[in-house]
């Protein structure tokens, strides 16, 4: 046989699935470059801006150590989980054991996929909220799961209604995804709400998952809590956070489970047959942001919310249908009268202009008719992101 007439099949769990969004808008966009076409990206929730230089510092001083660039611990060295609970304890006022409690990882993603795969089988049921980060849905997925989706609807604080879910998904449900400050919405989750999900998460014996990167990005005042703080989470609760947008360290790729010691236990466990845990000069530089001076991400929020309200004014301007987010780095918008099909909306924006923003159709059905801007672009750019939007509407 001409080997140029093998083909291999992909397993069936992943047969379905398309390219991640971003990888296919990327290749679009450097089409439109190769064109000369000044594009202006507004779509990927990556931050522009650096972390601060004491952080840059611990990590060079530890990567000049002679002794930091073999294998570290799995799961994380013991000094960066213990920054872990120290930035818990600081923030939260959360005692959490860093031995069994917490667990570091290569980002965020890394963890939020591999939950489903340690928690469920072919057949349970994992409570997705639409629209919502769609690894929730794909991780799940490949492990076999029934996705129910649960409805965040603006009237409703884009908040999920736990009582509708039905009593035969609850029979079957092993998991509840939840993430606040939200994304894509930039919705925000007061306590009672987490109160009610723990006590729903105990009625049920369902998971509860929080996912809460966006917990230090917050504007005018609002502080956004952790579900650790409801009393009991950690029986029926993990949350997972990260460097990423809190400390700019998106590409670093160093975040955190923390809450259950059980599932701390089995994502551990899995860890440790999928990779060889961190460098240690990046987790150096964790504990460093994560116990170190804070007072800079006040200035930093001071530029995401300068941005942010750019793209509100003009947003209202194009006239969406938009509200101003207390937190997170996303403004989350209804299309303008005439405008229903977000996709198209914002292929014709790119190619028109060289605006790229993400459609809401990416995140669940519920995000049809719907568009989400990145803050992580700098202020200069937005502006006139937003100057070009406008113009084009008109």
């Not at 009582?163 to 919405?185: C, F, G, H, Q, V």
Request: net charge negative; with cysteine.
């Amino acid at each position: 046989m001409n080997p140029s007439e093998i083909t291999f099949q992909p397993a069936a769990r992943i047969a379905s699935f398309k390219p991640y969004f971003f990888a296919a808008l990327s290749q679009k966009i450097n089409v439109l470059k190769a064109k000369n076409i000044d594009v202006i990206r507004i779509d990927m929730g990556s931050p522009d801006l650096p972390p601060a230089e004491f952080i840059i510092d611990a990590l060079d001083k530890s990567a000049r150590r002679k002794d930091t660039h073999g294998y570290t611990p799995n799961g994380g060295t013991p000094a960066f989980r213990q920054a872990i609970a120290t930035y818990y304890q600081t923030r939260f006022g959360v005692q959490l054991d860093p031995k069994t409690e917490t667990l570091t990882l290569l980002g965020s993603k890394e963890g939020l996929f591999n939950l489903s795969q340690i928690l469920i089988n072919p057949g349970d049921v994992a409570i997705v909220p639409d629209p919502g980060y769609p690894v929730y849905s794909a991780s799940g997925i490949i492990a076999g799961a029934e996705i129910y989706y649960v409805p965040l609807l603006k009237e409703n604080g884009f908040l999920p209604d736990l009582e509708s879910i039905p009593a035969d998904i609850l029979e079957r449900a092993k998991l509840l995804w939840l993430n606040y400050p939200n994304n894509p919405t930039g919705a925000i989750a007061p306590v009672s709400f987490l109160e009610k999900a723990i006590a729903f998460g105990r009625q049920h014996q369902i998971l509860i998952a929080h996912d809460a990167p966006y917990v230090d990005v917050c504007f005018d005042g609002y502080v956004a809590p952790s579900i650790m703080q409801v009393p009991g989470a950690k029986e029926v609760a993990i949350e997972f956070n990260s460097l990423s947008k809190a400390y700019n360290m998106a590409g670093w790729r160093l975040g955190m489970a923390v809450g259950n010691p059980q599932v701390i236990g089995y994502l551990h466990t899995y860890k440790s047959q999928v990779d060889t845990s961190h460098f240690q000069p990046v987790m150096d530089a964790g504990i460093a942001a994560l116990t170190g001076d804070q007072s800079w991400l006040v200035e930093r929020n001071l530029i995401y919310k300068q941005r942010r309200d750019i793209v509100v004014a003009g947003l209202k301007e194009a006239g969406f249908g938009v509200d101003v987010p207390p937190a997170a780095i996303y403004v989350w918008a209804h299309l303008p009268e005439g405008h229903t099909d977000s996709m198209q909306f914002c292929d014709r924006l790119l190619e028109e202009t060289g605006v790229s923003m993400t459609p809401g159709d990416v995140y669940g059905t519920f995000g049809k008719g719907y568009i989400r801007i990145s803050l992580g672009t700098a202020t200069d750019r937005i502006q006139e992101a937003m100057t070009r939007l406008v113009r084009w509407i008109r």
